[in-house]
C-alpha cells in the first residue's frame, strides 16, 4: 500500500515540472517576401504558343520567402509564376505572411493547414496553393537545416543522385539543324537524357525532328517528347502510335491537362509510358490523376503549394507504383526526387542558375545531392538586383 501510495505523488511531481514541445518551442519572428524577375535570354516558345493560346516566355517571376526565428534558424522558399500571375501570387502572399509570425515553425503541416484556411474563400489550388508554397519550402529547408541535413537526407533519401533530363535545345522555335547542334552539346556537358517539344499542327514535322534526333542519339539514349497539351484525344491518339518505334522514355502532356481519363486510357493503349501532372495545383487534382492512371507523375513543389502536398502525391504515387518526373525547380525536386521509392527522372533547367550563388552538380548523366543542409542554395547579389519590389513582417531578429 505504500509502494502505490509512492507512485502516485512522483507522478503527480513530475506532471507539474514538464514542459512540453509546444511550451519550448522556437517561434517565427520575421519574414521577407520578394517579387523577383529572371529574365530569359531567349523568348522561347511551345505548342501553346504555336496554337496562338500563349505569348512566347520572356521572363519568369519569382516569389521568395524568407523566414527568420527567435532562435536564429533561417529558411528560404520559393514559388514562381510564368506569363500572368506573379503579382497576383505576391499580392496573395503578402496577406498570409503575418498569420506566420509568432508561430512555431516546426508545425509545418499545421501551418500549411493554417494558411489553406486564411485564403479558403479563393478555393483549394491555383493561386492559393501557388502562395503558399514560398512558406512552406522555406519551413522545410530551415527544418532540414536545423538537423543540418540536406533536405533529401531528412526526409530519408533512396539515393544520393537523380537521373536528369533537359529540354534546352529542344524547343518548336528551334530549327532542327539547330536542335540538333544543342543536343550534341547537351549530351557533352553529361545530361542523362533529352526532351524534344512536339506538337506542330503538321504531325509529320515532329515525326521528322524526333527522327532526326533519336538518330543522332542512337538506340537506347533516354529521349522524350512533350505536347504540351496541345492534341484532342483522336490526334494524341495517332500521335502515340506513330511515336511507339522511337522508343521514348515518356510522352509528356498529350492531352489536355486535366483531362485525367484520358492520359490514363492512352497509358494503357500504348506501351511508350505517358507523363502528365505539372500544371496541376493541388494535392486533390494529383490525386485524381494518380487514380485515374499514367504511368509518370510530373508534380511541381511550388505550384502544388510546396513540400507538404508534394509529399502526400509522392505517397499516393509509389503506392499506385506512378514513376516520378517532377517539373521544373530542380534546386527543390532532387531533394524530393531523392527520398522517392521509383527510379525518378529530374528535369534539368540552367534558367534558375543566376538566382543563386551555388552550383548543382551534374556527372555522368545524374545530379548530385550537395553536402550543404537544407536546400542548399542562397539568393545570389544578382537576384537581389532583378528585385522590384520587397515587404518585411515581424520584427528583424
Ligand atoms: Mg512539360
Excluded at 226 to 246: G, I, L, M, V, Y
Excluded at 332 to 344: C, F, K, R
Aim: proline share 5%; charged share 25%.
Amino acid at each position: 500500500m505504500q509502494a502505490v501510495e509512492s507512485n502516485i505523488v512522483s507522478y503527480a511531481k513530475v506532471g507539474a515540472d514538464a514542459r512540453t514541445a509546444a511550451d519550448t518551442g522556437d517561434r517565427i519572428e520575421w519574414i521577407k517576401l520578394s517579387l523577383t524577375y529572371l529574365p530569359l535570354a531567349t523568348p522561347v516558345s511551345d505548342a501553346k504558343v504555336l496554337t496562338g493560346r500563349q505569348k512566347p516566355l520572356t521572363e519568369i517571376a519569382f516569389i521568395f520567402a524568407e523566414i527568420r526565428t527567435r532562435d536564429g534558424h533561417e529558411g528560404i522558399g520559393f514559388g514562381y509564376s510564368k506569363r500572368a500571375g506573379g503579382p497576383g501570387m505576391y499580392a496573395h502572399a503578402k496577406e498570409l505572411a503575418p498569420n506566420l509570425i509568432g508561430e512555431d515553425p516546426n508545425d509545418i503541416s499545421r501551418l500549411f493547414t493554417k494558411l489553406l484556411w486564411a485564403g479558403a474563400s479563393m478555393g483549394r489550388s491555383g493561386l492559393t496553393t501557388q502562395a503558399i508554397a514560398p512558406f512552406d519550402i522555406a519551413l522545410w529547408d530551415m527544418k532540414a537545416k536545423r538537423a543540418g541535413l540536406p533536405l533529401a537526407k531528412l526526409l530519408g533519401a533512396q539515393r544520393d543522385s537523380v537521373q536528369c533530363y533537359n529540354t534546352s535545345g529542344g524547343y518548336l522555335h528551334t530549327p532542327l539543324d539547330q536542335v540538333l547542334k544543342n543536343v550534341a552539346i547537351s549530351r557533352e556537358s553529361g545530361i542523362g537524357g533529352i526532351k524534344l517539344k512536339v506538337g506542330q499542327p503538321d504531325l509529320s514535322i515532329d515525326i521528322e525532328r524526333v527522327r532526326a534526333v533519336r538518330k543522332l542519339l542512337g538506340d537506347g539514349f533516354p529521349l522524350m517528347v512533350d505536347a504540351n497539351q496541345q492534341w484532342d484525344r483522336q490526334k494524341a491518339t495517332r500521335a502515340c502510335r506513330a511515336f511507339e518505334e522511337f522508343d521514348l522514355t515518356w510522352i509528356e502532356e498529350p492531352l489536355d491537362a486535366h483531362d485525367f481519363e484520358g492520359h490514363g486510357q492512352l497509358a494503357e493503349r500504348f506501351d511508350t509510358a505517358i507523363a502528365t501532372g505539372e500544371m496541376l495545383t493541388s494535392f486533390d487534382e494529383h490525386a485524381q490523376l494518380i487514380l485515374a492512371g499514367t504511368d509518370f507523375i510530373q508534380p511541381d513543389a511550388p505550384r502544388v503549394g510546396g513540400i507538404t502536398p508534394f509529399l502526400k502525391i509522392m505517397a499516393l504515387g509509389e503506392f499506385k507504383q506512378r514513376k516520378l518526373a517532377p517539373h521544373f525547380a530542380m534546386e527543390i525536386h532532387l531533394h524530393l526526387a531523392a527520398a522517392y521509392g521509383i527510379e525518378p527522372w529530374l528535369e534539368h533547367f540552367e534558367w534558375l542558375g543566376p538566382l543563386f550563388n551555388e552550383q548543382m552538380h551534374l556527372k555522368d548523366g545524374r545530379m548530385y545531392v550537395s553536402d550543404r543542409p537544407g536546400l542548399g542554395f542562397t539568393l545570389s547579389e544578382q537576384a537581389r538586383r532583378w528585385t522590384p519590389d520587397t515587404e518585411e513582417f515581424g520584427k528583424r531578429p
